[in-house]
């Protein structure tokens, strides 16, 4: 069983000012690992990911996570916020095991709602 | 680029009623979920679907629930008597075998039981 946990369920940030947000995850298998964005009134679209190699992977608009497996963590982290960037971001883990009955399944955090003030 | 299209956008249907949620998935994809989304909560796995059969699905996705893939292009969630508790946006997505492992989500359905 898989399980994720995003430390910090809102998080209000400045225009220009670095943001980070904490995603923990718990598995008995090897997973690999996703940020998904969801702006309001919209699905979810993926920001980034982790499969292998480089720990630190970076994404689209600018986003970077890193992948640390002794601390079970992926946080996402960007240097300068837009407004634009509010929106609410999911980490996600899936099963390694290609070709188990998991395969592709996502497990989701809870969610954490990025608010950008001018 | 392609996406994964979804209909209706909204659907209000009254406790006890048959509901129809729509997906259209990318064409050349073989792997096919539905997730919903309570207000206020995470987004849970319902159900996958592969070589035309359910791979996999959660404890919530009990005997009221059904998946279809009728045609070969749409991909369907039946609720046979819905309550109030299913109440909550649905999400369809599909994913292509492969190394990317990036599933593709469609915009949602956000459905209200009255």
């Known amino acids: 069983a898989q399980s994720v946990t995003q430390l910090d369920s809102q998080v209000p940030v400045f225009e220009e000012a670095p943001v980070e947000l904490r995603c923990n995850y718990s598995s008995s298998v090897s997973v690999y690992l996703f940020w998904y964005v969801q702006y309001p009134n919209q699905g979810l679209q993926l920001l980034l990911k982790y499969l292998s190699g480089s720990t630190l992977v970076k994404g689209i608009n600018g986003f970077e996570a890193e992948f640390n497996k002794s601390q079970t963590s992926f946080h996402l982290r960007k240097p300068s916020v837009h407004i634009s960037d509010t929106a609410e971001y999911f980490c996600a883990v899936t099963n390694t095991n290609a070709g188990g009955t998991s395969y592709g399944k996502l497990t989701f955090g809870q969610g954490t709602i990025l608010t950008v003030h001018p | ?114």
């Open chain 2, 1 to 114: 680029e392609p996406e994964v299209t979804q209909t209706p956008s909204h659907q209000v249907t009254q406790m006890g009623q048959e509901v129809i949620l729509r997906c259209v998935p990318i064409s050349n994809h073989l792997y096919f979920y539905w997730y919903r989304q309570i207000l206020g909560q995470k987004v849970e796995f319902l159900v996958s679907f592969y070589n035309n059969e359910i791979s996999e699905k959660s404890e919530i996705f009990d005997d009221q629930f059904s998946v279809e893939r009728p045609d070969g292009s749409n991909f369907t969630l039946k609720i046979r008597s819905t309550k109030l508790e299913d109440s909550a946006m649905y999400f369809c997505a599909s994913f292509e075998t492969g190394r990317s492992y990036e599933q593709y989500f469609g915009p949602g359905t956000r459905l209200t039981v009255t």
